[in-house]
């Protein structure tokens, strides 16, 4: 397996530090001359939480694309006039569970995410999506703090 960085992949919530993220992402692909891609992933949680309130498994994928499309339009307004993302990539599922498969899949992509500062205390129990994404990834990632 090589580690050479093919591309730059950010990330993205739709938040404050998401945008963050993408900013720096964005610096990164710019100054590296490697794509950008932007990544999202609908949380299962939530989308179980939508089955049980009654809607249905053929409407859920509507609202994945909504939220997609939210989150990569946010993405795309905090990257404008530094680079421009190549791909949008849309998953469902664990966020920090599906960013490792990810990168275990793509090999040669420099994952950039946004660190979301919750409390310490609740950061030991539960565990943050860049801390686990960072104790299993496969390749670098760059966290950014703000």
């Excluded at 093919?6 to 990330?11: D, L, S, T």
């Excluded at 990544?39 to 053929?58: C, D, H, M, N």
């Excluded at 950039?112 to 409390?119: A, F």
């Amino acid at each position: 397996m090589t580690n050479v960085t093919k591309n730059i992949v950010v990330a993205c919530d739709g938040s404050e530090q998401s945008s963050h993220a993408a900013k720096m992402a964005a610096d990164l692909a710019k100054a590296t001359g490697h794509p950008l891609k932007l990544l999202t992933v609908f949380p299962g949680s939530k989308a179980e939480r939508l089955i049980i309130s009654g809607v249905w498994p053929s409407d859920l994928e509507e609202e994945q694309k909504n939220y997609g499309r939210k989150v990569f339009d946010a993405a795309k307004e905090a990257v404008s006039g530094i680079a421009d993302p190549s791909e949008e990539i849309l998953l469902k599922g664990d966020p920090a569970h599906e960013i490792i498969e990810y990168l275990q899949e793509h090999p040669g992509s420099h994952m950039v995410l946004g660190r979301r500062g919750h409390s310490t205390l609740r950061s030991l129990t539960l565990g943050s999506i860049s801390e686990r994404v960072v104790r299993h990834a496969t390749g670098p990632v760059t966290v950014v703090s703000e």
